[in-house]
C-alpha cells in the first residue's frame, strides 16, 4: 500500500490517515500446527503475521518485502537453524532485520546467525515476547543512527556512544531457597564468569535489588510458586525493575502454572532437569538482553549534546528537530509507516500571585515529565518557553491520543511551588493538538517546518 499524500499547504482538510500496516512479522515453520498457538499470541500484540512454510530444503512464499521481524520456529529442522538464518538475511540484503529462532532442541552452533534464540521447553508467550523486544531493540537502534546522522551533518558533533566497557561481568541475582538444582546452575554461572548474588528471603533480594543494578534475576519456584510470583509482578510495578528480566526455576513434572508465570512479567521458566550449560545459556541470552537495552538507553542520553538542546537542557531544541524531523519522515515513508506530532502550549495556573521564576521552573520540570512519559525514540522538543512538540516514529493519530490523555492526566495531578513565601501551588495545564503525517520521502524541509509551526501556533485552531 502506497504512503498517503497529505495537503500542507490548506490545514482545514487536514484529516489523519488510517495506518495502512502493523508491524509485520514473518514466521518461518515447519511445523505450521504448532506455531498456531505462537502466531495467535503475537497477534495479541496487534503485531501482522505472515507464514512460511520450511520443509527441511526450501522456503515456500517467502515474502520479498522484508517484514519487521523474522521468527523461525523450527520443531522438526532444528538442527537447520543457523542455515535457514543465513539464508533469510542473504534473501533481505541490507535490511536490518532481527531474526529470532526459536528451536525443538539446542544443537552445536545453534545460535549462529540470529539475534536471538530460545529453545525448549518455551511458552508461546516467552516467543512473542522475545519477538517483539527484538523489535523494539530495532526501533530503538534506529533512531540511535538517525539521530547520529542529524548530529554529524547539522551540527558537527560525533558523540562516543557504546558500551565503554565490555568487559564487564554480567550480574545475576538468585532469590530463594539454596537447593541442589539452584547451586548447580549458580556454580555453572561462576564458571562462566557471572557475579552470582545470592539472596535467601524477600527483604534480602529487594534490598539488593534497590541496590545496584542486574542484568537478571532468578528465582526457585521448585516447590512453591510464591515468593516467586508476588516478587516478579512487584518488579513490573517498578519503573527501576520494570525491564530487568526474571527467570522461574521450576520443577518441570509438577510445575503447571505457565500462564501465570507469564502473566506476572516471568521472561522464562526453566526445568531443573535440563543440562546446567542450557540452563546458564538461557540466562545469560535474558541477561546479554537487557546489557543491550540498558546501553541503549545510555546511548540516548550522549545523544543529547549541548548544541542540540534548549537553554535548560531538558529537550531537544527547535533547531533539532527542523532538521531531525526530516529523516524520520524520510525512513517512515520507506516502510509505509505513521509519524505523527503531539503539539503542547503550556499555562500556568495559581490563585495566588506567582514569580515568572517559579513559572520558568514549572515548565522546566513539565519537559522532565515528558521526557520520562515518552519511549526513548520518541523526540521531545522544546520549541518555545511554553510550547513543545513531540515527535512519534512508527505512532498514528489514535496511538498519540493514548499518549496525550497520560501527559494530560499527569499534569492535572502535579503542582509546584509559587514562588511566594505565602503564596499557593502552581499548576501547569497545556493546549493541545495531533497531527498524524504520512509525508512521502521526498517531502521538502520547508514544508515540514511549516508544518511544525503550525501545530505549536495556536493549538486550539488547528
Not at 88 to 116: C, E, K, L, N, W
Not at 164 to 185: D, T
Amino acid at each position: 500500500m502506497s504512503a498517503t499524500a497529505l495537503d500542507i499547504t490548506d490545514d482545514s482538510n487536514v484529516q489523519a490517515p488510517k495506518r495502512s500496516r502493523r508491524t509485520r512479522v514473518l514466521v518461518v515453520s515447519d511445523h505450521p500446527v504448532q506455531s498456531r498457538d505462537v502466531a495467535k499470541t503475537l497477534r495479541t500484540l496487534e503485531l501482522d503475521v505472515q507464514l512460511c512454510l520450511f520443509d527441511g530444503n526450501k522456503l515456500s512464499s517467502i515474502p520479498k518485502r522484508a517484514p519487521d521481524a523474522v521468527l523461525c520456529h523450527l520443531v522438526d529442522y532444528a538442527e537447520q537453524g543457523p542455515k535457514l538464518a543465513k539464508v533469510i538475511r542473504s534473501h533481505y540484503g541490507t535490511s536490518q532485520v532481527p531474526i529470532i529462532g526459536a528451536m525443538s532442541r539446542p544443537s552445536p552452533d545453534a545460535s549462529v546467525g540470529f539475534d536471538s534464540t530460545l529453545f525448549a521447553p518455551m511458552h508461546a508467550s516467552q516467543i512473542a515476547n522475545r519477538v517483539n523486544a527484538m523489535i523494539r531493540l530495532g526501533v530503538m537502534d534506529g533512531e540511535i543512527t538517525r539521530r547520529l546522522q542529524t548530529l554529524r551533518e547539522d551540527f558537527g558533533q560525533s558523540p562516543q556512544i557504546g558500551d565503554l566497557s565490555p568487559n564487564r561481568k554480567f550480574r545475576v541475582l538468585f532469590i530463594g531457597k539454596a537447593s541442589p538444582s539452584f547451586m548447580v546452575i549458580i556454580n555453572a554461572l561462576q564458571d562462566k564468569g557471572v557475579e552470582v548474588t545470592a539472596a535467601f528471603t524477600s527483604f534480602s533480594a529487594f534490598d539488593y535489588l534497590h541496590g545496584e543494578p542486574f542484568d537478571a534475576v532468578v528465582m526457585n519456584a521448585l516447590e512453591h510458586s510464591e515468593p516467586a510470583f508476588s516478587i516478579s509482578e512487584t518488579m513490573r510495578r517498578n519503573s527501576k525493575l520494570f525491564h530487568t528480566p526474571t527467570l522461574f526455576l521450576v520443577n518441570g513434572h509438577t510445575f503447571k502454572d505457565y500462564d501465570g508465570a507469564y502473566k506476572r512479567g516471568a521472561r522464562d521458566v526453566i526445568d531443573c532437569d535440563a543440562d546446567s550449560d542450557e540452563i546458564s545459556g538461557r540466562i545469560l541470552e535474558l541477561a546479554n538482553y537487557h546489557r543491550i537495552h540498558e546501553q541503549m538507553k545510555a546511548d540516548f542520553l550522549s545523544l543529547a549534546v549541548d548544541t542540540a538542546v534548549d537553554e535548560s537542557g531538558t529537550a531537544y531544541s527547535q533547531g533539532f528537530l527542523r532538521v531531525h524531523l526530516p529523516r524520520i519522515t524520510r525512513d517512515a515513508a520507506k516502510s509505509d509507516l505513521p509519524v505523527t506530532l503531539i503539539g503542547l502550549k503550556l499555562t500556568s495556573e495559581c490563585v495566588e500571585d506567582v514569580t515568572k521564576e517559579a513559572i520558568e521552573t514549572a515548565y522546566g520540570k513539565t519537559a522532565e515529565l515528558l521526557n520520562n512519559l515518552v519511549r526513548m525514540q520518541d523526540v521531545v522538543c522544546r520549541w518555545d518557553k511554553d510550547k513543545f512538540v513531540l515527535a512519534f516514529y512508527d505512532t498514528n493519530e489514535t496511538e498519540a491520543g493514548i499518549i496525550l490523555s497520560r501527559i494530560q492526566a499527569l499534569l492535572d495531578c502535579t503542582v509546584y511551588q509559587s514562588g511566594k513565601s505565602d503564596g499557593g501551588a502552581l499548576s501547569v495545564s497545556a493546549q493541545s493538538t495531533i497531527m498524524e503525517l504520512r509525508p512521502s520521502a521526498s517531502a521538502g524541509k520547508h514544508q515540514l517546518e511549516t508544518l511544525v509551526a503550525t501545530v505549536v501556533n495556536d493549538p486550539d485552531e488547528v
